[in-house]
């Protein structure tokens, strides 16, 4: 945008139409581009049971990303999984050396920001080497992140730090890397230090010298001990972003309120039964994340907040809001749910400015018509309240285009539903519907729809017209077969289709060819339906629980999936065709009677896991599968590629290369000449009937 707007006004003028940043300060361009990056890194992960899909205003986009929203509300994961704002940049390598056994990476991040990758490097202190190397002192950033580090000596060398992470890293719901008990020394001798991130350590205090860092605006104390926060904190007036989630704090310090430069403040997950007078008087407080805590009220003098866009005050104890909350003009985004609300707060209606309002989970009986008001409103949550009539003053909502209003009271949709023209999302699910109304097929612009446990026993024909749709949650109802219409929704890219009472598939199913993931566990198969392998541009797909007995060798078709589930089945074979499956990274097939693995598994250079528990196996055995793929494929390399020369067998350590008469040349180790002595070997003859 910035180049084509500056170089259409060039060609207006006369002059050259050559890009040209030199005409406007570095600065202008920097501070533009990393604007246009800011959005283009915004990832939303829908959620898995509801698949509905958190949209946001461009305001909140460059809140979001400034002060790194890391959870809205529980059902979503805002940006990336990670607390600090560049941490996943993609970044690539400028230069790679080798200190002592170890590689170190020097990076350039894709914001142009050069960097030190140390992370993963089972490091218990940072190398003397990296500190004194003159390259390395010119990096901006360094990961530390999934060591064992006790120290970080030496590091106030690399004087042109800005960003250091040494937090540890969830995987697998578990946390790995540094325990610090207390903020290094060193840190404070970094003279342009502005982002560090040590959450998960093990701090139980931040020191009175955090004062000395002068210019930090990114602090990450997440997920540590911390029960009271340094007077301190009140004289860093560069700090912009403040995460202090899953720590043991009770009460939030008055001195905040003197925080100014403050725009986002994140206390999720602490034990705080109340918030003090003063907080409103944050001035330039723009996002407050107050979820998961124990609070019961909130101080009458909320309307104080003069900038606040986004309020998280969601799985607290809040039965009601202070009324002086109207008056917060700049509110867009407000998160209740999880509370103990029996009504929507009459203040909300006043608050013009809201396009977003969750109040899932609450112990809500009716909706009031004043809710209409809220001309800006697109976003309303309602699910699992205790509603007894469909509000009849959504249809009237001309903005509205995401609703969630299923696990309610009521029972049955009013025909003025199809007055939603707009909707984009809807969730209707658990309402104990046996049918749609006829209006439902208005709704042309659904792009994803929820109607999952109700007692729809038969596919409603209305769904069949929304031409649109791309995501269609349809679980739990006690379907028995799917009309072959379904396969002309050619833009449906998610199907759920699981714990309903399927017995086929339309035999059109493979024309669905924007269709990335389908769930059809918990149904009643018996075979693997043939054009579910002929749909080649699945990704994910789950058939767990259908009772099937045997898989079809057409299942190698399916050269796109990713991962393949088909746990507690009753097959004994896998086909030797799965080797098709090139891009097969998940495999689970957990409670079958499989006894072994066809050899061509160790053609699947892209799989990492693969589960087979309660299986019979014994080609290879279960010890050699739980090893993981390299014992697999070492396993079958073995097996099938031994050479024998006089009375010498060769291990064949690789195969490089098949040939299409029956050759191959293999990687071979040859005794006596050393461990790590290789040469390669072209053999012509016949391949194993296993071939590879």
């Known amino acids: 945008h910035y180049y084509i707007t500056n170089n259409l006004r060039d060609m207006g003028s006369g002059q050259s139409t050559q890009p040209n940043f030199q005409r406007r300060s570095q600065l202008e361009v920097k501070d533009h581009m990393e604007r246009l990056q800011r959005i283009s890194d915004l990832k939303v992960k829908p959620m898995v049971k509801d698949g509905g899909v958190l949209e946001l205003s461009m305001t909140q986009v460059d809140m979001l990303y400034r002060m790194k929203e890391t959870h809205i509300f529980d059902n979503f994961t805002v940006l990336k999984n990670d607390l600090l704002p560049y941490r996943n940049l993609s970044s690539r390598s400028v230069l790679t050396s080798t200190m002592g056994k170890m590689q170190v990476s020097i990076k350039e991040r894709s914001d142009g920001k050069i960097g030190i990758d140390l992370g993963l490097k089972k490091l218990t202190s940072i190398p003397e080497e990296i500190c004194y190397n003159s390259d390395m002192q010119q990096c901006t950033w360094i990961d530390l992140s999934r060591n064992k580090l006790e120290s970080l000596d030496n590091i106030e060398l690399l004087i042109h730090l800005q960003e250091v992470y040494i937090g540890r890293v969830m995987e697998h719901g578990k946390l790995y890397g540094n325990t610090f008990s207390q903020i290094p020394n060193q840190l404070y001798q970094l003279p342009f230090l502005k982002i560090l991130d040590m959450s998960a350590n093990r701090l139980t205090e931040l020191p009175p010298a955090i004062v000395n860092m002068r210019h930090i605006e990114c602090l990450s104390v997440a997920r540590n001990k911390l029960k009271e926060l340094p007077k301190e904190l009140e004289q860093l007036r560069c700090l912009k972003t403040l995460y202090l989630d899953g720590n043991l704090l009770t009460e939030l310090p008055e001195f905040l309120s003197r925080c100014h430069s403050i725009r986002r403040l994140s206390v999720r997950n602490n034990k705080l ?61 407000l998160g209740l749910e999880k509370n103990a609300f029996k009504f929507v707060p009459t203040c909300i209606h006043k608050i013009q400015g809201l396009r977003m309002i969750s ?18 409103l697109d976003r309303l949550w309602l699910e699992g309240n205790k509603i007894d009539n469909f509000p009849e003053v959504l249809p009237l909502a001309a903005e509205l285009d995401d609703l969630r209003i299923g696990s309610n009271g009521f029972v049955g949709l009013p025909d003025s539903i199809g007055q939603l023209y707009g909707m984009r999302d809807l969730s209707i699910n658990k309402l104990a519907l046996h049918k749609l109304p006829e209006t439902f097929e208005w709704l042309y612009n659904l792009r994803t729809l929820n109607i999952s446990n109700n007692n729809l026993s038969v596919f409603p024909e209305e769904i069949l017209k929304l031409n649109c749709i791309r995501e269609l949650q349809c679980s739990g109802n006690g379907l028995k077969w799917i009309p072959d219409k379904i396969c002309d929704l050619t833009n449906l890219q998610v199907l759920n289709l699981r714990e309903n009472s399927l017995r086929e598939l339309p ?72 080797y098709g499956m090139v891009n097969l990274s998940e495999f689970r097939f957990a409670d079958n009677g499989v006894s072994a693995l066809p050899a061509e598994i160790v053609r699947l250079s892209k799989i990492s896991i693969i589960e087979c528990t309660n299986n019979p196996m014994e080609d290879p055995n279960n010890t050699i599968i739980g090893a993981g793929m390299k014992s697999i494929r070492e396993y079958f390399l073995r097996k099938h590629f031994s050479i024998h020369k006089g009375k010498h067998t060769l291990q064949v350590v690789d195969v490089v290369a098949v040939g299409t008469t029956g050759g191959y040349l293999t990687l071979v180790k040859t005794p006596g000449l050393g461990e790590d002595r290789c040469r390669y070997e072209l053999h012509q003859r016949v391949l194993p009937e296993k071939a590879f």
């Open 273 to 333: 039964t109340k918030i003090p007078d003063e907080l409103p008087l944050m001035e330039g407080l723009e996002i407050l994340n107050l979820h998961g805590n124990e609070l019961m009220a909130l101080p009458e003098n909320m309307g104080e907040f003069m900038n606040l866009v986004i309020l998280i005050l969601s799985q607290n104890k809040l039965r009601g809001l202070p009324s002086s909350m109207e008056a917060i003009s700049t509110l867009e985004v």
């Open 359 to 376: 109040l899932s989970f609450n112990e809500i009986e009716e909706v009031a018509d004043d809710i209409g008001q809220l001309k800006y």
């Open 507 to 578: 035999a059109r199913f493979s024309t669905l060819s924007n269709l990335l993931i389908v769930d059809l566990s918990h149904n009643q198969f018996r075979d693997l339906p043939l054009s579910l392998c002929e749909t080649v541009s699945l990704q994910y797909i789950d058939i767990s629980d259908c009772h099937i007995s045997s898989i079809p060798s057409d299942i190698g078709k399916l050269k796109n999936v990713q991962s393949l589930i088909l746990n507690r089945n009753t097959f004994d074979k896998l086909p030797s065709t799965i």
